[in-house]
Nanobody, 125 residues
Framework: VQLQASGGGSVQTGGSLRLSCVVSGFINYYVISWFRQAPGKEREAISCISSSDGDTYYAASVKGRFTISGDSTVYLQMNQLKPEDTGVYYC???????????????????????WGQGTLVTVSS
């Protein structure tokens, strides 16, 4: 499984960016998540999508502003960006043998076995 992330950049507060994650080599089911590591903070999952039914999950910090979509390429549309959205964004894949459910979250980071390279997002005030 290979993941390739792109789309980061620098924007001002209120701006938009779209991140892309090209997914290749998968069979069966999986969850694709976007993680964010802000400066001085731990990496956290901010959104994920299930391959089985397209169900999505958003962390409270991004809900209503970010939209995840896609399958072979997973996008993260980020609107109304804030300075606190600044960080390195990673896409990652969690394989599953049964249709994954993301209603309550994206699963533990330790379950993810494939990671794309990080892409930097900088939001200035």
């Amino acid at each position: 499984v290979q993941l390739q992330a792109s789309g980061g950049g620098s924007v001002q507060t209120g701006g938009s960016l779209r991140l892309s994650c090209v997914v290749s080599g998968f069979i069966n089911y999986y969850v694709i998540s976007w993680f964010r590591q802000a400066p001085g903070k731990e990496r956290e999952a901010i959104s994920c999508i299930s391959s089985s039914d397209g169900d999505t999950y958003y962390a409270a910090s991004v809900k209503g502003r970010f939209t995840i979509s896609g399958d072979s390429t997973v996008y993260l549309q980020m609107n109304q960006l804030k300075p606190e959205d600044t960080g390195v964004y990673y896409c990652a894949a969690l394989p599953a043998y049964l249709p994954p459910v993301v209603t309550d979250g994206c699963g533990d980071e330790s379950q993810y076995n494939s990671w794309g390279q990080g892409t930097l997002v900088t939001v200035s005030s």
